[in-house]
């Protein structure tokens, strides 16, 4: 079956923009040649849309063949689908909520969300039976969510009062970062962003490198923490800065939030004559589909991304028609795919 993020490719458009237009959604203007081809795409792909209650002229009233409904919320800024994770999530969402009759009936992306006429749209809309809200946005936004859509599933949203899906994230990244250390690394870097909370200590993934090192007796150096802002450009430009200093304060290893921010400083390390593994090695996270065929290989971690929206969706169903009745906490299983970029030749 198709997905909004075929039609969106295929046009060239965002995710959210197909969902608008789909949707009869007018809360932000489309051009009329650009709804033209979203409307057409979804036709030829084989589209179902989900039904919004403010039916599309000259269908005669006729009922939608969807009526069970359900939105997405992304912690992304504005109109930014560049991150393969959220796409396969969202892939994921769209499938399992197929699976059990249900239409996505909006896509917001954290930004969007900021403006109050697209929350009470939401708010408003009693066609809309729950929520998915990938990752945390505003506190006060998300409250106020809370106080009006009864259903609201998380995918990692630090929320003990709704069902939620993920993966360990800290065990997770601790574990790649025994790896680094096992392979006799003592100089580790990281790189990521603060989140949500503006305080990298809490951000899960940094816990997990923290922790790694404590285990290890390894002391944490603030100047091989980058905070590249989850922006691949970011993490390039700040790698490129480290590197124009002394090799011999240079970090051995670099264990990277995303595996976009480290193949972008993969980059800034090979340009300056630097080889990875031998001089710097790096770790990633995600297991996106290029990492495999970066030069060389990325060692990452596999997060089921697609099964982690799969999951999310059949929460939604499961809450919604009263399967389940309290907030279930889904851990999927990670796994450590160990490739090149960590591991030295002999080692290999």
Known sequence: MATLKDIAEKVGVSISTVSRVLNNDDSKIVNAITKEKIVVTAKELGYRTSGWSRRSKGDGGAKPAVTKRAGCIISLP???YSYPYFSLVLKGIEKGLADRGYGLAFIHTRDELRDPSVQQQIIQDSHVDGVIIIEGIDPPIYDSLKKHIPTIVGVDVNDPTIPTVSYDRVSASQAAVKHLIEQGHRKIGFIGGLGLSGDIFREKRFRGYRYALLEAEIELENKWILNAEWQIETSFELMSELVKGPRTELPTAFFVASDVMAI??????????????????????????????????????????????QTAAYLLSDYLEGKLTFPIKALLPYDLKIRRSSVKEQNL
């Not at 390390?269 to 090695?281: C, K, N, Q």
């Open 264 to 309: 972008a400083a993969m980059r800034a390390v090979t340009e300056v004559g630097l080889r990875v593994p031998e001089d710097i090695a790096f770790f990633g996270v995600d297991n996106i589909d290029i990492s495999q065929y970066t030069s060389p290989p990325l060692s990452t971690i596999h997060v089921p991304k697609y099964e982690i929206g």
């Open 78 to 80: 504005q109109e930014n």
